[in-house]
Protein backbone atom coordinates (compact mmCIF):
# COMPACT_ATOMS: atom_id res chain seq x y z
CA UNK A 1 0.00 0.00 0.00
CA UNK A 2 1.52 3.43 -1.07
CA UNK A 3 0.67 6.25 1.32
CA UNK A 4 0.21 10.06 0.49
CA UNK A 5 3.36 11.14 0.55
CA UNK A 6 4.24 8.10 -2.35
CA UNK A 7 6.16 5.91 -0.10
CA UNK A 8 5.15 2.55 0.84
CA UNK A 9 3.73 1.46 4.42
CA UNK A 10 6.70 0.01 4.97
CA UNK A 11 8.90 2.45 4.01
CA UNK A 12 6.97 5.42 6.33
CA UNK A 13 7.11 3.41 9.19
CA UNK A 14 10.92 3.13 8.53
CA UNK A 15 10.93 6.49 8.55
CA UNK A 16 8.89 7.39 11.34
CA UNK A 17 11.09 4.93 13.23
CA UNK A 18 14.81 6.93 12.44
CA UNK A 19 12.63 10.00 13.47
CA UNK A 20 11.72 9.10 16.85
CA UNK A 21 15.35 7.30 17.35
CA UNK A 22 16.64 10.60 16.77
CA UNK A 23 14.48 12.53 18.70
CA UNK A 24 14.57 10.23 21.74
CA UNK A 25 17.62 8.15 21.20
CA UNK A 26 21.21 9.14 22.29
CA UNK A 27 21.32 12.22 19.83
CA UNK A 28 18.62 13.96 21.78
CA UNK A 29 18.83 17.61 21.25
CA UNK A 30 20.08 19.64 23.46
CA UNK A 31 18.58 23.25 22.25
CA UNK A 32 15.98 24.77 20.42
CA UNK A 33 18.13 24.84 17.70
CA UNK A 34 18.59 21.19 17.63
CA UNK A 35 15.25 20.19 17.69
CA UNK A 36 14.28 22.93 14.85
CA UNK A 37 16.86 20.24 12.80
CA UNK A 38 14.92 17.21 13.88
CA UNK A 39 12.00 19.09 12.70
CA UNK A 40 13.56 19.61 9.33
CA UNK A 41 15.25 16.29 8.76
CA UNK A 42 11.51 14.92 9.50
CA UNK A 43 10.37 17.53 6.88
CA UNK A 44 12.79 16.37 4.53
CA UNK A 45 11.68 12.84 4.73
CA UNK A 46 8.37 13.54 4.50
CA UNK A 47 7.32 11.96 7.99
CA UNK A 48 5.32 15.92 8.62
CA UNK A 49 3.71 18.12 6.59
CA UNK A 50 5.30 21.64 5.53
CA UNK A 51 1.87 22.65 7.47
CA UNK A 52 2.63 21.06 10.80
CA UNK A 53 6.67 22.13 10.28
CA UNK A 54 5.00 25.82 10.09
CA UNK A 55 2.96 25.36 13.13
CA UNK A 56 6.18 23.05 15.05
CA UNK A 57 8.55 26.02 14.38
CA UNK A 58 5.36 28.84 15.22
CA UNK A 59 5.35 27.62 19.15
CA UNK A 60 8.86 27.72 19.16
CA UNK A 61 8.61 31.63 18.44
CA UNK A 62 5.92 32.11 20.53
CA UNK A 63 8.31 30.79 23.52
CA UNK A 64 11.09 33.35 22.09
CA UNK A 65 9.71 36.64 20.86
CA UNK A 66 8.80 39.29 22.71
CA UNK A 67 5.45 41.28 22.14
CA UNK A 68 7.28 44.01 20.58
CA UNK A 69 8.31 41.55 17.76
CA UNK A 70 4.16 40.64 17.09
CA UNK A 71 2.44 43.67 18.49
CA UNK A 72 0.50 45.96 15.94
CA UNK A 73 2.30 48.94 15.55
CA UNK A 74 0.99 52.47 16.83
CA UNK A 75 1.26 54.02 13.35
CA UNK A 76 -1.70 51.07 12.62
CA UNK A 77 -3.68 51.20 15.73
CA UNK A 78 -7.34 52.12 14.68
CA UNK A 79 -8.79 53.95 17.23
CA UNK A 80 -12.08 55.74 18.62
CA UNK A 81 -12.28 59.44 20.03
CA UNK A 82 -13.70 59.76 23.24
CA UNK A 83 -15.82 62.80 22.41
CA UNK A 84 -17.01 60.48 19.54
CA UNK A 85 -21.12 59.77 19.10
CA UNK A 86 -22.50 56.18 19.28
CA UNK A 87 -23.22 56.74 15.55
CA UNK A 88 -19.29 58.11 14.49
CA UNK A 89 -18.32 54.70 16.78
CA UNK A 90 -20.48 52.65 14.35
CA UNK A 91 -18.73 54.30 11.32
CA UNK A 92 -15.43 53.61 12.49
CA UNK A 93 -16.31 50.25 13.56
CA UNK A 94 -18.16 49.30 10.14
CA UNK A 95 -14.91 50.52 7.90
CA UNK A 96 -12.17 48.66 10.24
CA UNK A 97 -14.52 45.77 11.00
CA UNK A 98 -12.39 45.22 14.58
CA UNK A 99 -14.09 43.93 17.58
CA UNK A 100 -11.82 46.15 19.96
CA UNK A 101 -10.47 49.70 19.99
CA UNK A 102 -8.59 52.01 22.19
CA UNK A 103 -10.68 55.27 23.11
CA UNK A 104 -8.24 58.62 23.19
CA UNK A 105 -8.35 61.56 24.41
CA UNK A 106 -7.04 64.78 22.98
CA UNK A 107 -6.59 62.80 19.42
CA UNK A 108 -3.64 61.61 21.10
CA UNK A 109 -2.73 57.56 21.29
CA UNK A 110 -0.63 58.10 24.43
CA UNK A 111 -4.07 59.00 25.95
CA UNK A 112 -6.06 56.02 26.16
CA UNK A 113 -9.39 56.53 28.32
CA UNK A 114 -10.10 52.76 27.26
CA UNK A 115 -11.48 50.34 25.42
CA UNK A 116 -14.56 50.14 23.44
CA UNK A 117 -16.03 46.82 22.85
CA UNK A 118 -18.24 46.77 19.31
CA UNK A 119 -20.49 44.54 21.11
CA UNK A 120 -21.17 47.07 23.63
CA UNK A 121 -22.53 49.63 21.59
CA UNK A 122 -25.77 47.29 20.65
CA UNK A 123 -27.75 47.49 23.94
CA UNK A 124 -27.72 51.76 23.47
CA UNK A 125 -28.35 51.71 20.19
CA UNK A 126 -31.04 49.39 20.41
CA UNK A 127 -32.55 51.33 22.60
CA UNK A 128 -31.97 48.33 25.32
CA UNK A 129 -29.78 51.17 27.71
CA UNK A 130 -29.59 54.52 27.93
CA UNK A 131 -26.38 55.04 27.78
CA UNK A 132 -25.45 58.33 25.24
CA UNK A 133 -21.99 58.82 25.23
CA UNK A 134 -18.89 56.27 24.30
CA UNK A 135 -17.02 56.91 27.87
CA UNK A 136 -19.71 55.20 29.79
CA UNK A 137 -18.92 52.15 27.81
CA UNK A 138 -15.91 51.74 27.90
CA UNK A 139 -13.41 49.07 29.89
CA UNK A 140 -10.00 49.39 31.69
CA UNK A 141 -7.33 49.11 29.46
CA UNK A 142 -4.63 45.99 30.23
CA UNK A 143 -1.13 47.57 29.76
CA UNK A 144 1.82 45.35 29.25
CA UNK A 145 6.06 46.08 28.12
CA UNK A 146 7.56 45.70 24.99
CA UNK A 147 9.92 43.39 26.63
CA UNK A 148 6.90 40.81 28.05
CA UNK A 149 7.38 37.31 26.20
CA UNK A 150 4.94 36.36 24.18
CA UNK A 151 4.72 33.13 26.11
CA UNK A 152 3.46 34.74 29.27
CA UNK A 153 1.18 37.30 27.05
CA UNK A 154 -0.40 34.41 25.90
CA UNK A 155 -1.07 33.07 29.44
CA UNK A 156 -2.08 35.99 30.39
CA UNK A 157 -4.75 36.40 28.05
CA UNK A 158 -6.05 32.50 28.78
CA UNK A 159 -6.18 33.15 32.36
CA UNK A 160 -7.61 36.56 32.57
CA UNK A 161 -9.76 35.67 29.62
CA UNK A 162 -9.36 39.21 27.68
CA UNK A 163 -7.90 39.60 24.03
CA UNK A 164 -6.06 43.10 23.76
CA UNK A 165 -3.54 44.46 25.84
CA UNK A 166 -1.99 48.15 25.16
CA UNK A 167 1.53 47.84 24.54
CA UNK A 168 3.90 50.64 26.25
CA UNK A 169 7.47 51.72 25.73
CA UNK A 170 10.43 51.95 28.50
CA UNK A 171 8.73 55.51 28.83
CA UNK A 172 5.48 54.72 29.06
CA UNK A 173 4.87 55.79 25.73
CA UNK A 174 1.96 53.57 23.26
CA UNK A 175 3.48 51.48 21.12
CA UNK A 176 1.47 49.31 19.86
CA UNK A 177 -1.40 47.17 20.99
CA UNK A 178 -1.62 43.03 21.20
CA UNK A 179 -4.32 40.67 20.55
CA UNK A 180 -4.61 36.77 21.38
CA UNK A 181 -5.11 36.62 17.56
CA UNK A 182 -1.74 38.01 16.61
CA UNK A 183 -0.15 35.14 19.00
CA UNK A 184 -2.36 32.53 17.49
CA UNK A 185 -1.08 33.43 13.83
CA UNK A 186 2.22 33.02 14.75
CA UNK A 187 1.59 29.85 15.15
CA UNK A 188 -1.32 28.95 12.49
CA UNK A 189 -0.14 31.88 9.66
CA UNK A 190 -2.49 35.05 8.62
CA UNK A 191 -6.18 34.66 10.11
CA UNK A 192 -8.51 36.27 7.59
CA UNK A 193 -11.90 36.88 7.96
CA UNK A 194 -14.73 38.47 6.04
CA UNK A 195 -12.91 41.85 5.88
CA UNK A 196 -9.77 41.27 5.00
CA UNK A 197 -9.25 42.87 1.30
CA UNK A 198 -9.01 39.82 -1.42
CA UNK A 199 -7.38 41.69 -4.67
CA UNK A 200 -6.35 40.06 -7.48
CA UNK A 201 -2.74 41.03 -8.32
CA UNK A 202 0.05 39.89 -10.51
CA UNK A 203 2.94 38.25 -8.26
CA UNK A 204 5.76 40.70 -9.86
CA UNK A 205 4.65 44.33 -10.94
CA UNK A 206 7.03 46.30 -12.83
CA UNK A 207 6.79 50.29 -11.86
CA UNK A 208 8.07 53.00 -13.54
CA UNK A 209 11.82 52.64 -13.04
CA UNK A 210 11.89 49.95 -15.63
CA UNK A 211 14.93 48.38 -13.34
CA UNK A 212 12.85 48.59 -10.36
CA UNK A 213 9.97 45.38 -9.48
CA UNK A 214 7.35 44.72 -7.05
CA UNK A 215 7.45 41.57 -6.00
CA UNK A 216 4.56 39.48 -3.40
CA UNK A 217 6.54 37.76 -0.87
CA UNK A 218 4.36 34.43 -1.59
CA UNK A 219 5.47 34.01 -4.98
CA UNK A 220 6.73 30.82 -6.05
CA UNK A 221 10.37 30.42 -6.19
CA UNK A 222 10.25 29.31 -9.55
CA UNK A 223 7.86 31.70 -11.12
CA UNK A 224 10.61 34.34 -9.97
CA UNK A 225 13.63 32.29 -10.82
CA UNK A 226 11.98 32.14 -14.56
CA UNK A 227 11.09 36.18 -14.65
CA UNK A 228 14.43 37.59 -13.74
CA UNK A 229 15.91 34.70 -15.77
CA UNK A 230 18.16 33.36 -12.54
CA UNK A 231 18.95 30.32 -10.65
CA UNK A 232 18.44 31.02 -7.06
CA UNK A 233 20.45 28.81 -4.21
CA UNK A 234 18.98 25.25 -3.52
CA UNK A 235 17.08 25.74 0.17
CA UNK A 236 14.64 24.18 -0.11
CA UNK A 237 11.82 26.83 -0.31
CA UNK A 238 8.65 27.37 -2.40
CA UNK A 239 8.19 30.99 -2.12
CA UNK A 240 10.47 34.18 -2.59
CA UNK A 241 9.81 35.20 1.26
CA UNK A 242 11.10 31.36 2.41
CA UNK A 243 14.49 32.69 0.23
CA UNK A 244 14.77 35.81 2.03
CA UNK A 245 14.40 34.71 5.35
CA UNK A 246 16.81 31.52 4.06
CA UNK A 247 19.55 34.37 3.24
CA UNK A 248 18.65 36.36 5.69
CA UNK A 249 18.35 33.95 8.70
CA UNK A 250 15.64 35.38 11.08
CA UNK A 251 12.83 37.53 10.41
CA UNK A 252 13.42 40.48 8.38
CA UNK A 253 12.90 44.66 9.65
CA UNK A 254 11.10 47.02 7.50
CA UNK A 255 13.94 47.84 4.91
CA UNK A 256 16.42 45.06 5.51
CA UNK A 257 17.85 44.07 2.35
CA UNK A 258 20.34 41.42 0.73
CA UNK A 259 21.31 40.54 -2.50
CA UNK A 260 19.57 37.63 -4.43
CA UNK A 261 22.37 36.68 -7.32
CA UNK A 262 22.71 40.43 -9.63
CA UNK A 263 19.30 41.71 -7.99
CA UNK A 264 19.04 44.06 -5.03
CA UNK A 265 16.24 42.82 -2.67
CA UNK A 266 14.54 45.53 -0.08
CA UNK A 267 11.68 43.99 2.46
CA UNK A 268 9.16 46.95 2.02
CA UNK A 269 6.04 45.11 3.61
CA UNK A 270 5.63 42.84 6.54
CA UNK A 271 2.41 41.05 8.03
CA UNK A 272 2.75 39.57 11.51
CA UNK A 273 5.55 36.78 10.81
CA UNK A 274 4.87 37.07 6.99
CA UNK A 275 6.68 38.98 4.53
CA UNK A 276 4.32 40.65 1.88
CA UNK A 277 6.07 43.27 0.01
CA UNK A 278 9.76 43.27 -1.77
CA UNK A 279 11.01 45.89 -3.85
CA UNK A 280 13.54 44.16 -6.36
CA UNK A 281 16.27 46.43 -8.19
CA UNK A 282 17.72 44.33 -11.73
CA UNK A 283 20.88 45.93 -12.96
CA UNK A 284 19.83 48.04 -16.23
CA UNK A 285 19.80 45.73 -18.78
CA UNK A 286 19.35 42.70 -17.24
CA UNK A 287 15.96 42.15 -18.35
CA UNK A 288 14.38 42.19 -20.73
CA UNK A 289 13.21 45.42 -22.33
CA UNK A 290 9.59 43.69 -23.21
CA UNK A 291 8.70 43.07 -19.40
Known amino acids: MTTLTGMTSSEMKEEQNHFLKRLLGGGKPESIEDLEDVIDDARGR ?19 QRVSEVMIPRLEMVTIPLDAT ?12 H ?11 DHV ?40 MLREFQNERFHMALVVDEFGGVSGL ?20 EVDQPDIVRSRDKDTYIVKGQT ?12 LPDAGVDTVA ?19 GP ?4 VIQVSKRRITLLKVTAPKNDTEESK
Open 220 to 231: PADEFEEYFKLQ
Open 263 to 266: LDVE
Open 46 to 64: EIISRDTEDMIKGVFDVGR
Open 99 to 109: SRYPVISEGDK
Open 113 to 152: EGILLAKDLLPPLSGMTKASDIKSLLRKPVIVPESKHVSA
Open 178 to 197: ITIEDILELIVGDIEDEYDD
Open 242 to 260: GMVLHVLGAFPRLGARLML
Open 86 to 97: LEQAVRIISESG
